[in-house]
């Protein structure tokens, strides 16, 4: 089995929603159960995916088939696709800065996850950091505030954290995913890494249960010109700049009329998004603007079961 590493870069607010919440919110979004970490839904991504194939192909293109499997199964031969798609997790959550605007936070419990999906050479080289109530910044952050008589601080929403300046894992780690996110951008790994913050997880995990974005949504009645009765209600968001990964895997075919490999699968897959790169609209909402992703497929990528 072969896999490829995926990100997803929110260009606007994402809502992967659940359906009625129970709680203040009428509208959440998905949710790890352990973690309470957003996820994207690999059923999400996978359905937006094969959309993305068919505007750029015929539909009836037999790549498409043996990724994703026919379209017709009652016409076709019936077989799943060889594309398997991993759920999105959470790596940075943008979390508003007292200074520098806003923070790209990620903290080690989503890194060491991160970790293990990166080629062993990509993790002998970024360490996690162990971090009990300071956060990490690079030396070139823009996001550190003096305090006087507390020293460097950083400021978070309503939370002030003591600071471990010029941290070395911070760097690498922010150089690293600034490389991966925009490969092909300069101003913006600069941008991302001046912004770079690692937190600890406690923090981290109460921002990101507190610092998602929620939306009033009203529906106007024509004639009154109010509240249309029982119109109003809270959807919940994750918001712009909010990068997620995960994997895509790629088994030999499971067609009974193809022999193709994994590596050929992966080939195909290729053929149908040559661009490293893709615009694509995941989650609900689209007609308000929800959803717009940067895909970025990562050159970086794992070895298979056949080495």
């Not at 974005?213 to 968001?237: C, F, K, M, Q, S």
Request: charged share 15%; hydrophobic share 40%.
């Amino acid at each position: 089995m072969e896999h490829q590493l995926f990100y997803l870069h929110a260009l606007s607010a994402l809502h992967a929603g659940t359906g009625q919440g129970v709680g203040a919110i009428d509208l959440p979004i998905a949710r790890a159960r352990a973690t309470q970490l957003p996820l994207l839904p690999g059923s999400s991504l996978k359905g937006v995916l094969r959309d993305q194939a068919s505007q750029t192909s015929t539909r009836d293109n037999p790549n498409i088939a043996a990724l994703f499997g026919p379209d017709n199964t009652a016409m076709d031969s019936p077989h799943a696709g060889a594309l398997v798609v991993g759920d999105a997790n959470l790596l940075i959550l943008p979390v508003r800065a007292f200074c520098g605007v806003v923070a790209f936070a990620t903290c080690p419990f989503i890194l060491r996850r991160y970790a293990r999906d990166l080629p062993a050479a990509c993790r002998d080289k970024l360490p996690i950091p162990t971090l009990d109530t300071e956060a990490a910044l690079p030396e070139c952050s823009v996001l550190q505030y003096s305090v006087p008589d507390a020293g460097q601080q950083l400021l978070l929403e309503d939370l002030n954290l003591s600071i471990q300046q010029n941290h070395a894992e911070a760097k690498a780690w922010a150089t690293y995913l600034a490389n991966a996110l925009y490969p092909n951008d300069n101003n913006w790994q600069t941008e991302f890494t001046a912004h770079f913050a690692i937190l600890p997880d406690n923090v981290f995990s109460f921002l990101a249960d507190t610092a998602t974005e929620i939306r009033a949504r009203v529906r106007i009645d024509p004639h009154t010109r109010t509240v249309a009765n029982g119109a109003l209600w809270y959807e919940e968001n994750l918001p712009a700049e909010s990068v997620l990964w995960g994997m895509l895997a790629f088994s030999p075919s499971r067609s009974s009329n193809s022999s193709d490999s994994a590596q050929d699968m992966q080939a195909k897959f290729k053929t149908c998004f040559s661009q490293p790169e893709q615009l694509m609209q995941l989650g609900g909402k689209h007609t308000v603007g929800r959803g717009l992703c940067r895909l970025v497929l990562s050159a970086a990528h794992t070895e298979g079961e056949q080495k």
